[in-house]
């Protein structure tokens, strides 16, 4: 049976050294050397090579020296707009949450000041209700507030992938989508996608609050052990 590949867990982490042929048995440089020759020839192909090429700078130059050391210099909201710059794209897509919808206008704004022409989508866009996916009413968010035999709209991330589609956007920007939800909006979206922000309900949009306090007292549930 062959060991699984965990990277996460490496304890001999040399892949980003001279010396990456010296990993543990399953290091994935060792054990998967087709699998990454072939992905790496489609770097060979013009177009994603200047993507990979531009978000490899844009990397570089998110870090600035100063006399204390090395430090960040941009926040993510700046390396979106940069990177599209860079890309010579004009026209941008947002495919927001209802939910964070005040987030997605102040995004607008900045993306229009920046020089974009600028598609925003809605993921309740079409109004159309929970019950197309089979959805029952005891399972509806409003029923759990307003009681049973409300209207709720649905969230439907292929049409706003497909709404951008349409408009012809070079790139878009997520801003908030549900679990699974943003998982369908980059299947069916045509242009590359960027995450802006990932919903979390209780951290504040802030997922990796999650990882850090799991440690604790609090959120040690987290942890818990569960049959799959």
């Given at each position: 049976m062959t060991e699984n590949i965990e990277c996460a867990r490496c304890d001999k982490v040399v892949c980003g050294s001279e010396h990456s042929q010296e990993g543990p048995s399953n290091?994935?440089?060792?054990?998967?050397?087709?699998v990454i020759n072939q992905a790496l020839r489609e770097y060979d192909k013009p177009e994603i090579m200047e993507f990979a090429r531009q978000a490899s700078?844009?990397?570089?130059?998110?870090?600035?020296?100063?006399?204390?050391?090395?430090?960040?210099?941009?926040?993510?909201?700046?390396?979106?707009?940069?990177?599209?710059?860079?890309?010579g794209y004009k026209k941008?897509?947002?495919a927001f949450c209802d939910g964070l919808r005040g987030e997605a206008e102040t995004l607008n704004t900045i993306l229009e000041r920046r020089g974009f022409d600028v598609v925003s989508v809605c993921c309740?866009?079409?109004?159309?209700?929970?019950?197309?996916?089979?959805?029952?009413?005891?399972?509806?968010?409003?029923?759990?507030?307003?009681?049973?035999?409300?209207w709720e709209s649905?969230?439907?991330?292929?049409?706003?992938?497909?709404i951008l589609n349409d408009e012809?956007?070079?790139?878009?920007v997520l801003v908030g989508l549900c679990v699974g939800?943003?998982?369908?909006?980059?299947?069916?979206?045509?242009?590359?996608?960027?995450?802006?922000?990932?919903?979390?309900?209780?951290?504040?949009h802030n997922p990796v609050a999650?990882?850090?306090?799991?440690?604790?007292?609090?959120?040690?549930?987290l942890r818990r052990k569960e049959a799959v």
């Open positions: 290091c994935p440089t060792r054990t998967k050397s087709e700078i844009q990397e570089s130059e998110c870090y600035m020296n100063l006399p204390e050391g090395l430090t960040t210099r941009y926040p993510r909201v700046e390396e979106v707009v940069q990177f599209a710059g860079k890309m941008l897509g947002i309740k866009a079409g109004g159309i209700p929970k019950e197309r996916i089979g959805i029952k009413d005891e399972e509806k968010i409003v029923s759990k507030f307003s009681g049973p035999g409300n649905m969230c439907s991330p292929i049409s706003q992938a497909e012809g956007t070079e790139f878009n939800h943003d998982s369908l909006f980059f299947k069916y979206s045509q242009a590359p996608v960027t995450v802006l922000v990932a919903k979390d309900r209780v951290f504040g999650g990882l850090y306090l799991s440690p604790s007292v609090y959120y040690r549930k």
